[in-house]
């Protein structure tokens, strides 16, 4: 359980599935994430059984996180961060299913979503999947070290950094060219940074320090403090990570491919 609790921070699950400034109670849903395709609402994810998921199986949850599908075989949309929960450890899932029980149920109907035509239809969604989603766990790089393998599985997997770090196509498909370059177009329309390490639209001029400073306590090189959805993440998800996860994501992140792209700054 205690591991479950680490991975649930590391996913950050609580920020989406929490309503925060509605009052929700924690994991009872009811977050309006807006996205370029209409608002989504988040489920209640807590173990209520007639509002909840206290109906579900682990079956049944293991088969969301990895695979996008419902208890009735139809397809989550990928607002839900499956393409990269994907990837997640067997035991990690487990840990995390184990934990979520522990959660007090709260009762809160769930929403429909507002989605523009024709966004909103489940179906599509399969079309969607078969361009852009690839189901399978993490493979670690044998060539690379055990700090590299756990950064990448943390930015990947886990903490699914790309889902707002890289820019997307016009069908909501990630850019595969432009991995973590950022983009003008993210959560709640605002504007995430390039964080490959390119020396100028990027942050390749950071320290693994000031990386893991970032991370841990939201602040810049420069003294700025994230704000946004950034914010959050720190707050419920890398701010709760031990250090050494901290180094491992810098470690991983001054590794992979400097892209050039300027966006600018939303601060
Ligand atoms: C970026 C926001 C976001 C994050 C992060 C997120 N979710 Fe969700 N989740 C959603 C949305 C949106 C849906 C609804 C998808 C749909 O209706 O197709 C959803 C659906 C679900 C469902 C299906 C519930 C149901 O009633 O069918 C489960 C279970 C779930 N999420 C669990 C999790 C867990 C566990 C985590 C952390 C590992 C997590 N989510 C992280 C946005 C998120
Ligand atoms: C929910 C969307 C979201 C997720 C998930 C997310 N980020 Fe961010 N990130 C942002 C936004 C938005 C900013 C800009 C915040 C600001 O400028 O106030 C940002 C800023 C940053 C910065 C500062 C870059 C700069 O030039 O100032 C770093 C580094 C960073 N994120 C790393 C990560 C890592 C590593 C992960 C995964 C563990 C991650 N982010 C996950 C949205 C996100």
Redesign the pocket.
């Given at each position: 359980m205690a591991r479950g609790e680490r991975?649930?921070a590391a996913?950050?699950?609580?920020?989406?599935?929490t309503d925060v400034k509605g009052g929700g109670g924690p994991l009872a849903?009811g977050?309006a994430?807006k996205t370029p395709f209409g608002i989504?609402?988040?489920?209640?994810?807590t173990p209520d059984r007639e509002t909840?998921?206290g109906a579900?199986g682990e079956a049944?949850?293991i088969r969301?996180?990895r695979e996008?599908l419902?208890?009735d075989g139809?397809?989550?949309?990928p607002?839900?961060?499956?393409a990269s929960?994907s990837g997640?450890s067997d035991r990690d899932a487990a840990d995390?299913?184990a934990y979520?029980r522990t959660v007090p149920p709260a009762r809160r109907e769930?929403r429909p979503?507002d989605l523009g035509f024709p966004f909103g239809i489940?179906a599509l969604?399969g079309v969607w999947k078969w361009l852009y989603f690839a189901p399978g766990r993490f493979r670690p790089d044998p060539a690379r070290g055990e700090a590299w393998n756990r950064g990448a599985y943390l930015v990947q997997a886990?903490g699914?950094c790309g889902?707002?770090h890289t820019p997307r196509d016009l069908l909501g498909g990630p850019k595969r060219e432009m991995v973590l370059a950022g983009t003008s177009a993210g959560?709640e329309g605002g504007k995430v940074p390039n964080i490959t390490p390119d020396e100028e639209t990027g942050i390749g001029k950071w320290s693994e320090g000031d990386i893991v400073s970032l991370l841990e306590i939201g602040m810049t090189p420069d003294g700025d403090v994230v704000g946004d959805t950034m914010g959050e993440v720190v707050r419920h998800a890398t701010g709760k990570l031990p250090k050494e996860d901290l180094k491992a994501i810098a470690i991983y992140l001054k590794s992979i491919p400097a892209v050039r792209n300027r966006v600018s700054s939303g601060r």
């Open positions: 991975v649930f996913a950050g699950c609580y920020a989406c599935h849903g977050r994430l989504f609402h988040t489920p209640n994810i909840g998921i579900w049944d949850f969301a996180l996008g419902a208890r139809g397809h989550y949309f607002a839900f961060p499956y929960y997640m995390l299913w979520l769930n979503h489940r969604v886990l699914h889902e707002c959560p």
